[in-house]
């Protein structure tokens, strides 16, 4: 099977398994292959529903994580998003795609050769609204706040205080949150200054550095 049907199949069944369902998310999935963003060892592994390491003990999440974050966060057409723990850029990527030429995307990544890697590979997509800086995530980025929606990509124990000041009042946040022995990946409401969330089940993240 090549690897355009290898990406279809693995929609169909993110599909089946109601992982994903709206139009543009779907979209996104077709226009903005896995494969480009895998190391190339791991190429032939592009289409598992697993994850996939990349350096520094980080991996690229596995397909249905990643559409179940997405589909809980929501992003919209024209949105700014901020996204935490920017890996092999995939997921920018696909955000990139959905907001759309007059959307944002702010991505950042604590390791600086993991932000060269996502930058290579972003650019065989075409996308120019996705900014990448190598930082503190847990600070989020003032320079470009409010945020729409935010989006972390490693556990924490609860959403950093700056990036609940740098999203927008009715924002978004999806993050998977430590619990015990496990991690719950939460989707959160801003009101005001305070939080309201809801649990999307457990899940398996690196730590949030």
Not at 43 to 63: A, E, K, R
């Amino acid at each position: 099977m090549d690897i355009i049907k290898q990406n279809q199949e693995m929609i169909k069944n993110l599909r089946k398994r109601k992982a994903l369902k709206t139009k543009r998310i779907i979209d996104a999935f077709y226009k903005i292959p896995r494969h480009l963003f895998i190391p190339e060892k791991y190429l032939s592994s592009s289409y598992g529903d697993f994850p996939l390491p990349t350096m520094h003990g980080q991996t690229i999440s596995q397909p249905y994580t990643v559409a179940m974050m997405l589909e809980a966060l929501k992003p919209k057409k024209d949105e700014k998003i901020l996204e935490i723990g920017t890996g092999s850029g995939w997921t920018a990527a696909l955000i990139g795609y959905i907001v759309g030429e007059k959307g944002k995307v702010v991505s950042i990544d604590i390791f600086d050769d993991l932000i060269e890697f996502a930058k290579e590979n972003i650019e065989k997509t075409g996308l120019k609204n996705i900014i990448l800086i190598c930082a503190d995530g847990k600070k989020g980025y003032k320079k470009e706040a409010p945020y729409d929606r935010v989006i972390i990509n490693a556990a924490c124990d609860k959403v950093p205080k700056d990036i609940i000041e740098q999203t927008k009042v009715g924002g978004t946040i999806v993050a998977p949150i430590n619990d015990f022995l496990s991690q719950k990946l939460m989707v959160f409401k801003k009101r005001k200054k305070k939080l309201v969330g809801k649990s999307l089940g457990n899940y398996l993240f690196v730590p949030l550095r």
